[in-house]
């Protein structure tokens, strides 16, 4: 009777934890955590009732193989991190040889971070090119309370992190759309960068594109030159709203005629929707309030539903 109680506390020790509700980030994952832990669970299960361990010996936690994985976390190393504004950081990741992530446009990636013995996780979509080689990008902003941004402030280069993916995205392609109309809150800027870069890439595409990026003021626009130049594009338009900004007069020449203080409301989004050259399908990205209100808004100037995609 003592082996098989033994025996029990040694399988009991190696059932597959339930994630906690902080592990999962919310952003509807295919696999999701709880995914993950049910599958691992059914294997367990499976593994003891034919008293095998070696059907265990499969479950792979995390990886060091450096090939992303929506299963398992994979290690990659920082290789520099740059300060973008005061709460606004770009953290670059190494990637072996010329590999690439090879994500589609707008897919996001998954970080897991341990703070204070809780294990976190959270979504960020990379802003450097899905085909760029050697390396990611991710730009983050980091929140005084957020505990995920406590862990991130801590990285330096060669530190390494864990992520896995991809997820999500917004099955982009040439030309399919007539205009694009991107409204972008903060780092909700992230997902609409690879759409941008990829359209200016691609002579054949000429698809239309108004970005509108909303911050709080002009110091806190984020990745400027990367704009500046994408801007230049004879199909390309970007509009600023700054929330706390009152005048555009201490604000550079070159971005006077195409920004707006005050915020985003209905009036402005029906004026810039009667700018666009074409009927626009339209991206949306940033917090939950600000996804609400754009959906509101989209509403009231007649943009269908089926017309918007939110990130």
């Given amino acids: 009777l ?11 020790a190696l059932r597959p934890q339930e994630p906690s509700p902080s592990q999962c980030c919310g952003s509807g994952c295919k696999p999701c955590i709880y995914d993950v832990y049910e599958k691992e669970l059914a294997q367990w299960e499976r593994a003891r009732a034919m008293q095998d361990k070696s059907l265990l010996m499969g479950k792979k936690e995390q990886s060091n193989n450096s090939e992303l994985n929506p299963d398992t ?28 992530l090879q994500l589609s446009l707008g897919q996001h990636i998954v970080l897991r971070g341990v703070v204070n013995g809780l294990e976190v996780q959270r979504a960020y979509t990379p802003i450097s090119p899905g085909n760029a080689e050697g390396y990611f990008e991710v730009l983050i902003k980091c929140y005084e309370a957020g505990l995920m941004s406590q862990y991130i402030k801590t990285w330096k280069r060669g530190d390494v992190v864990f992520w896995r993916g991809p997820f999500g995205g917004f099955p982009y392609q040439p030309n399919k759309h007539g205009e694009l109309l991107m ?28 970005l509108v990026g909303c911050f709080p003021t002009f110091d806190k626009i984020y990745l400027k030159p990367l704009l500046q130049d994408l801007a230049r594009y004879w199909n390309i338009r970007i509009f600023y709203v700054l929330s706390q900004e009152t005048s555009l007069e201490k604000l550079p020449w070159s971005y006077r005629e195409n920004t707006y203080t005050g915020r985003l409301n209905e009036d402005l989004t029906k004026t810039i929707i ?8 339209v ?3 940033g917090s939950s309030a600000f996804n609400e209100d754009m959906s509101r808004y989209l509403k009231a100037a007649g943009i269908e539903e089926n017309s918007c995609f939110v990130f």
């Fill in 2 to 12: 003592q082996a098989m109680s033994d025996n029990e506390q040694e399988w009991l």
């Fill in 73 to 100: 976390f994979t290690a990659f190393s920082v290789s520099s991190v740059e300060q973008l504004t005061e709460d606004t950081y770009q953290y670059k990741f190494e990637l072996p040889g010329n590999s690439s």
């Fill in 183 to 210: 409204l972008a809150s903060g780092t909700g800027l992230a997902p609409m960068i690879p759409i941008l870069q990829s359209i200016a890439d691609d002579e054949e595409d000429e698809t239309f594109v108004t």
């Fill in 274 to 281: 009667n700018s666009c050259r074409r009927k626009p399908f």
């Fill in 283 to 285: 991206l949306i990205c």
